[in-house]
């Protein structure tokens, strides 16, 4: 059954992102999403998992924002490959940014829970983390402001 689940999915993907640069902003937005999430599993510190997943809490709920995003764009400038529409380029600058300053958020995660371990002390990687999470909800924030019209509907 999940196997149907993820190809409704993935048409509905295609039908509201395309199979463009909207598509890729939201897929690697969602897989720093994912990988944020890994470096949650086998957390033994209990302070540093809780700290942590108060921060995925606040990146999950991002999700929707991107999308809409992305969604907004790609009904607006339709994206079939690689080229940029012109109008949008700050929008999927923004949005680029947020994917990778997502990715490095994980990183900064998995460092924290690595000093945990190692010296007991996360308190310095927790705060390098809500940082890189903050610099994700300000792409957010300017994406959604370069969009034609400002903030997508539904937001």
Not at 95 to 116: F, H
């Amino acid at each position: 059954m999940a196997f149907f689940a993820a190809a409704r999915q993935g048409r509905k993907d295609d039908a509201e992102l395309g199979t463009g640069v909207w598509r890729r902003a939201h897929d690697r937005f969602r897989r720093g999403l994912d990988r944020y999430h890994q470096i949650l599993e086998g957390i033994e510190d209990d302070d540093v998992y809780n700290e942590l997943v108060v921060i995925a809490d606040d990146l999950g709920a991002m999700l929707p924002r991107v999308r809409a995003v992305c969604t907004s764009a790609q009904a607006s400038s339709p994206s079939t490959g690689l080229d940029i529409p012109g109008a949008l380029l700050q929008v999927h600058r923004a949005l680029s940014r947020a994917g990778n300053t997502l990715a490095t958020t994980a990183e900064a995660a998995a460092m924290t829970r690595l000093d945990g371990e190692r010296w007991g002390i996360a308190s310095a990687g927790l705060d390098n983390v809500r940082r890189r999470a903050q610099l994700v909800a300000d792409d957010i924030e300017e994406a959604e402001r370069a969009m034609p019209g400002g903030r997508p509907q539904g937001q």
